[in-house]
Structures are given as structure tokens and as C-alpha cells.
């Protein structure tokens, strides 16, 4: 049964099976499904609540921008330092175009080059996308990370943490190549999580290729930028889930839907399955 399929049948109302219990005998790994949301002031909730859905419309802005909408439009006295220590190291934002603060990697990582310029993606598997976002909650927040493939724009494993840290996103990948197999390429930004030897070794070690978009160049991994906003604005924003063990639910049901039962325009308004799953005998060849 597909990793997907497994997640879906997993309650935690149940009256005599906890959810470790369950995930045991599907075979999950409990510590990538549910996590107790990480806590913040009042004041950073609602600042990190309104940058992110504004983030979300003007991907443009830095933070000094950002500063101006909270500032300036929301009326909020607040200090710079406050907003960019929030921007940066808390929700891991970046604008789309290059700065003086975007993403940044370990000093002594390595950054692999950007491999998709000019390629054509002609097959499922060739090319796989991932990064992490910054999930509000009513009472801290939670990190979402997902893989999706670029031919096919099926999400091939996604995971939730209130950390971001580099073995919660190898872990991810790992379990998307036990379920699909490897891809050629996985493109990824520079962050630290991603250039970090516990991240890089993973990819290398299961046979893919890196490619690491250039700084700030959020629109280089674009597939996953937009699978950000639809998620937020068709389901987390609109289910205003309580909990992480809510999260996880609604966003298993959403992404299987995204995967088997939405039809998606840049695909010859195909399902991604469809693709995605039509050429599983030639990638087992």
C-alpha cells in the first residue's frame, strides 16, 4: 500500500489503538507525521501569521519591505531587528530576488551548481523539487516540507517538523526513494538544511544528482513555490487546524487529492498520478 494510502487511515481518536500503535502496524515512521507545534509570543504569532499569507501574494519582498507592510500598513510598533530575526531564521523566508540576506548555508557547506537551466524533463523521476515552508497554528507554528516531481507534479512525500533541521528533510527524501526510487537530479535552494553533509550525503548516496538554486532565486524551484499557495489558501489558511495531528490529517487528505483526483492544467489537465504512475514499469527497468 502506497505511503499516501497508509496515512489516511490513520486516527487518532481511536478508542483502543494509539497512534504509535498504528503507525507500528502500517509500518510508519511516527516521528514524520506528528509533532507539537513550536511556541511564540502572542505578538510573533500573529507578525509571523500576517508575513507569511502577505509572502504568500508578494514573494518579492525582503524584508526590509516586509518591515514597511507591518510598520506602515498593519500599524505595528515593532523594531527591525524583531522582524528580520522572524523573516530569517524563524519562518526561513527569502525574497525572490537576490539580497543581502536570503538563504544562507553553513560557511563550510558546499554548494552544488544549478543543473535545470535548459533542461528538458521528458520523463517521471528525472527531476524531483523540494523545500520547506512555515505553517501558522493557533498556538505556535510547524514546518512543512514536501518533494514533488516536475514532469509528472506528483508530491512524492511531505513531512511536518517544528524544526528545520537537515536529517528531518534527508529522512523525507529517504522514505520518497524506499516508496519511488531515486531520481536523477533533486533541486533543492542553498539553505543550510540542504547543503549541510547530512542532507548531501543522503541525495549522493541513494545515486541522484544536486542541483542548489542561485541565491535568493525562489523562482528557480517555482513547481514547489506554487504548491505553497495552494495549499495554504485551499487548505491550511481556510481549516484553520488546532493542532498538528489535525494538520497532518487535513494535509494527507489534501496532497492524495492533488495527487490522484485533480486534474492539472499545465499537464493536459491530466492527473499527476496519471503521469506519474503510467511510466512506473519503465523506471522499474
Not at 28 to 56: F, G
Not at 66 to 90: A, C, H, I, P, W
Not at 250 to 265: E, P
Amino acid at each position: 500500500m502506497p505511503l499516501a494510502e497508509k496515512r489516511l487511515l490513520l486516527d487518532s481518536s481511536h478508542p483502543k489503538l494509539s497512534l504509535s500503535r498504528q503507525c507500528r502496524l502500517l509500518s510508519i515512521n511516527r516521528s514524520s507525521l506528528y509533532y507539537k507545534p513550536r511556541a511564540a509570543s502572542e505578538l510573533n504569532l500573529e507578525l509571523m501569521r500576517l508575513m507569511d499569507k502577505h509572502y504568500i501574494d508578494h514573494p518579492y519582498k525582503g524584508c526590509p519591505r516586509m518591515y514597511v507592510y507591518l510598520t506602515q500598513d498593519e500599524g505595528y510598533k515593532v523594531s527591525r531587528n524583531r522582524v528580520r530575526r522572524l523573516y530569517y531564521d524563524v519562518m526561513g523566508l527569502r525574497a525572490i530576488f537576490p539580497g543581502p540576506h536570503t538563504s544562507k548555508r553553513g560557511k563550510d557547506h558546499k554548494v552544488y551548481p544549478y543543473l535545470l537551466r535548459g533542461l528538458a524533463i521528458v520523463q517521471p523521476n528525472q527531476v524531483w523539487a523540494t523545500d520547506i515552508t512555515y505553517v501558522p497554528m493557533p498556538k505556535g507554528f510547524l514546518y512543512l516540507t514536501a518533494i514533488i516531481d516536475l514532469y509528472s507534479r506528483f508530491v512524492v512525500n511531505w513531512s511536518l517538523s517544528n524544526t528545520m533541521e537537515a536529517a528531518w528533510c534527508a529522512g523525507c527524501f529517504e522514505e520518497a526513494v524506499a516508496e519511488w526510487g531515486a531520481p536523477q537530479i533533486i533541486n533543492t535552494d542553498q539553505g543550510s538544511q540542504y547543503t549541510s553533509d547530512a542532507f548531501t550525503s543522503t541525495v549522493l548516496g541513494k545515486g541522484a544528482r544536486l542541483s542548489m538554486d542561485g541565491k535568493g532565486r525562489a523562482t528557480d524551484n517555482a513547481f514547489i513555490e506554487n504548491l505553497w499557495k495552494m495549499a495554504k489558501y485551499e487548505d491550511i489558511y481556510l481549516k484553520a487546524y488546532e493542532d498538528g495531528i489535525e494538520l497532518h490529517n487535513g494535509l494527507a487528505q489534501y496532497f492524495y487529492n492533488w495527487n490522484f483526483h485533480r486534474r492539472h492544467s499545465k499537464i493536459g489537465d491530466k492527473y499527476p498520478s496519471q503521469l506519474y504512475l503510467q511510466s512506473r514499469p519503465a523506471l522499474c527497468q
